[in-house]
């Protein structure tokens, strides 16, 4: 298996793959956020390696508040997953859902769940193409107080 749990060694690494999924955030932003995540004990991030570079990440935590759509608590939530484009279509995300469902089972966890933004189709056909099953759908309002 190609999956490694992420560590202080691969922040630079880890944080140049995230920008890519999250490039709105700075590099300094993410890179703070995977240190965070590198000493918590609720989360944890895991990288794939392929042709001797890191093509892909996955970060997950247990969240044991309400996750919508679920009905244990607590749950292994997927926060982000991402593979380089040229690697796609290979598996390996796949691979880091399947590596998500041990590591829920190893910590007697019995739900996985993820979410995407509605627009998202892409994520929305690999999370099915995984074996998630849709459970509901959301629309966030938000309104400004003067």
């Given at each position: 298996m190609n999956i490694?749990?992420?560590?202080?060694?691969?922040?630079?690494?880890?944080?140049?793959?995230?920008?890519?999924?999250?490039?709105d955030s700075t590099f300094e932003e993410e890179l703070k956020f995977?240190?965070?995540?590198?000493e918590s004990e609720k989360e944890?991030?895991?990288?794939?390696?392929?042709?001797?570079?890191l093509v892909g990440f996955m970060n997950i935590s247990i969240r044991?508040?309400?996750v919508n759509g679920t009905d244990t608590s607590p749950v292994v939530y997927i926060e982000a997953?991402?593979?380089?484009?040229?690697?796609?279509?290979?598996?390996?995300?796949?691979k880091f859902i399947e590596h998500a469902e041990q590591y829920a089972k190893q910590?007697?966890?019995?739900?996985?769940?993820?979410?995407?933004?509605?627009?998202?189709?892409?994520?929305?056909?690999?999370?099915?193409?995984?074996g998630f099953v849709e459970?509901?759908?959301v629309i966030c309002f938000v309104k400004n107080v003067e």
């Open positions: 490694i749990q992420a560590n202080i060694e691969h922040l630079e690494s880890w944080t140049k793959l995230a920008i890519m999924l999250f490039p995977h240190k965070e995540i590198v944890v991030g895991f990288l794939y390696e392929k042709d001797d570079r044991s508040d309400y997953i991402y593979v380089l484009s040229e690697y796609r279509k290979y598996g390996i995300g796949r910590k007697g966890i019995t739900q996985l769940a993820s979410d995407c933004f509605i627009d998202n189709t892409i994520s929305e056909s690999f999370h099915k193409s995984c459970k509901e759908r």
